[in-house]
């Protein structure tokens, strides 16, 4: 069974830094492009970046300079390192398995999502 399971959320204060961590299920993750999302309360899920299997990187404009997404295909893991964190940031986050459709992507599979609070 596919699987993406998420750590290392939390809560932290403002200016900290969290590394969020999603193992995935080999196959999934030799022929899918890896993404973190987020959600906050009352808001929409956003994609917050994005890495191919090639190792390009596409970041959500609000984290640019601050976060850093990466993947270690030997042990089929993705990291997002999140540095200068903002109150802005909390948020339930995601991992996601995407292929890119035209324009957009399409996600084929979730994590559970884990909880980053920052305190001000």
């Known amino acids: 069974q596919v699987q993406l399971v998420e750590s290392g959320g939390g809560l932290v204060q403002a200016g900290g830094s969290l590394r969020l961590s999603c193992a995935a299920s080999g196959s999934i993750f030799r022929s899918n492009a890896m993404a973190w999302y987020r959600q906050a309360p009352g808001k929409q899920r956003e994609l917050v970046a994005v890495i191919n299997s090639g190792g390009s990187t596409n970041y959500a404009e609000p984290v640019k300079g601050r976060f850093t997404i990466s993947r270690d295909n030997a042990e089929n893991t993705v990291y997002l390192q999140m540095n200068s964190l903002k109150p802005e940031d909390t948020a339930v986050y995601y991992c996601?398995?995407?292929?890119?459709?035209?324009?957009?992507?399409?996600?084929?599979?979730w994590g559970q999502g884990t909880q980053v609070t920052v305190s001000s």
């Open positions: 996601a398995a995407q292929i890119g459709i035209g324009s957009g992507w399409l996600v084929s599979k």
